[in-house]
Nanobody, 121 residues
């Protein structure tokens, strides 16, 4: 089992930055890929970014490419999502997930509770 806890969400103005963190506990030695997804009100869950176990492979949704950066520290069992140049359309609940590398949410077995990100215009 793996438990994931996100933090770092909040309210920010357009063009601002936030850094989300997701700390894992439990079976942290298993080689999970770590991903970030988001869900806005009335919309389906959307892939944002993912990192392989080693961090050497990363993949981003086109909507965030060049603005968001995913990174991980396996010693601290934490994955980060640095979000720059935020836009109102980035407003959503952001979820951290652990599982198989890729953009399909069905490939992720463990999920955090989510953290709200709100970007004001």
């Amino acid at each position: 089992q793996l438990q994931l806890v996100e933090s770092g969400g909040g309210l920010v103005q357009t063009g601002g930055s936030l850094r989300l963190s997701c700390t894992a506990s439990g079976r942290t030695s298993s080689p999970y890929a770590m991903g970030w997804f988001r869900q806005a009100p009335g919309k389906e869950r959307e892939f944002v970014a993912t990192s392989s176990w080693t961090g050497r492979m990363t993949y981003y949704a086109d909507s965030v490419k060049g603005r968001f950066t995913i990174s991980r520290d396996n010693v601290k069992t934490t994955v980060y999502l640095q979000m720059n140049s935020l836009k109102p359309e980035d407003t959503a609940v952001y979820y951290c997930a652990a599982g198989t590398y890729g953009s399909d949410w069905a490939g992720y077995d463990y999920w955090g509770q989510g953290t709200q990100v709100t970007v004001s215009s």
